[in-house]
């Protein structure tokens, strides 16, 4: 059984920095690739990041390119979404998924999915 939990939201200023951390167990991120998708209160699940198979690339959605980096330690079988110089349409819940059969910006393609954390940032 696959389970992914995330941490590291909270509450931060604009322009201000977190790191998002997603533990999974039971599936390695280097074999299955990680994506991050965000939701708005209101608003449908939109894609964030995303991190092939093996490391291989990576996408971004342009709304966060230039901010945001995703990476992973395949040791720890941890994923990360660094985000920097945030701004209060940045808030959202923010969840991490593994394993996309399809296109990576669709979350419908993701089978697994943590249970997500919040991320609010205030002007």
């Known amino acids: 059984q696959v389970q992914l939990v995330e941490s590291g939201g909270g509450l931060v200023q604009t322009g201000g920095s977190l790191r998002l951390s997603c533990a999974t167990s039971?599936?390695?991120?280097?074999?299955?690739?990680m994506g991050w998708f965000r939701q708005a209160p209101g608003r449908e699940r939109e894609f964030v990041a995303r991190?092939?198979?093996?490391?291989?690339?990576?996408d971004y959605a342009d709304s966060v390119k230039g901010r945001f980096t995703i990476s992973t330690d395949n040791a720890v079988n941890t994923g990360y979404l660094q985000m920097n110089n945030l701004k209060p349409e940045d808030t959202a819940v923010y969840y991490c998924?593994?394993?996309?059969?399809?296109?990576?910006?669709?979350?419908?393609?993701?089978?697994?999915w943590g249970q997500g954390t919040q991320v609010t940032v205030s002007s």
């Open positions: 991190i092939s198979r093996f490391g291989l690339s990576k």
């Open positions: 998924a593994l394993g996309s059969s399809g296109p990576y910006y669709s979350p419908n393609t993701w089978p697994y």
């Open positions: 039971g599936r390695s991120f280097g074999a299955y690739g």
